[in-house]
């Protein structure tokens, strides 16, 4: 989604995009889990956002 608002409204469309928000919110936490990784805290600003992630060693141990 490279380019694309994640907020707002997209004026020629006339539509907005707050479901992005939700669905960024949705994806964090099962692939954190897949991919052993920890969030501690995310940006999510009108095209792109800013995840800090950490790596859980002991998760991904095992």
Known sequence: MSGGPLCGEYAYAGQGFEHWHLWVIDKLGP????FAI?????ALIS????PMLRVEPDAAAS
Not at 31 to 34: E, Y
């Open 31 to 34: 692939l954190s889990d897949l």
């Open 47 to 50: 095209r792109h956002h800013h």
């Open 38 to 42: 920890g969030v501690c805290a995310y």
